[in-house]
């Protein structure tokens, strides 16, 4: 049975596609940056998902921007910051 998982924006880390991640037991997705909006203390980033393009998840960091609209992105989270919602 499918399960939704929530991940707070601002616990995801936002990284070039192109760039190896040397973290292990991150939880990866891979998409494209759709929008990027300066937001004055965060850049947020909303990232269409390889797996289910007809979502797009929203991300946060500091500044500066560290990807363009089009850019192929890969979005890394720790498994403790994932929470299982009732469905």
Known sequence: EPVKLS???VDIRIASASIPDASPGLNRLSGTVRLTVFT???V??????????EAVRRVQSTPPATAAQGDRVVLAFEPARTVALES
């Open 40 to 42: 004055g203390g965060l």
């Open 44 to 53: 947020d980033y909303f990232v269409e998902l390889d797996s289910d393009p």
């Open 7 to 9: 991940v707070r924006p």
